[in-house]
């Protein structure tokens, strides 16, 4: 599926179900409304968007649709580039990527 926005995206993954918001906690993902802080290697990532934007740098964003291995689903979104967080690239380079 192709989204044209990064609000567009997080909209789409969670009428498909991915409805949890994580962030990034101490090397790990927390999803936020279930309350659960995950390990890389207790997730994967099913796809991701990648946006960026045409003459502005801060457009430049990343929306991961990631689920656990228990079948929390949800969203992270990210910068990339010269905004991109190194802790977050750490965890979320650490975790499987199973896109179909």
């Not at 009428?15 to 802080?37: H, M, S």
């Not at 228990?70 to 969203?75: D, F, I, K, L």
């Amino acid at each position: 599926m192709t989204y044209t926005t990064l609000a567009c995206a997080v909209d789409g993954l969670t009428r498909r179900g991915f409805t949890e918001d994580f962030r990034a906690v101490d090397g790990r993902l927390r999803a936020l409304g279930a309350g659960q802080t995950f390990a890389p290697a207790d997730l994967v990532i099913r796809e991701f968007h990648r946006f960026e934007g045409i003459s502005d740098p801060d457009d430049m964003a990343i929306v991961y649709a990631i689920e656990s291995k228990s079948g929390v689903r949800g969203t992270f979104a990210d910068a990339f580039g010269v905004y991109a967080d190194p802790a977050t690239a750490v965890v979320l380079g650490a975790i499987p990527m199973r896109v179909a």
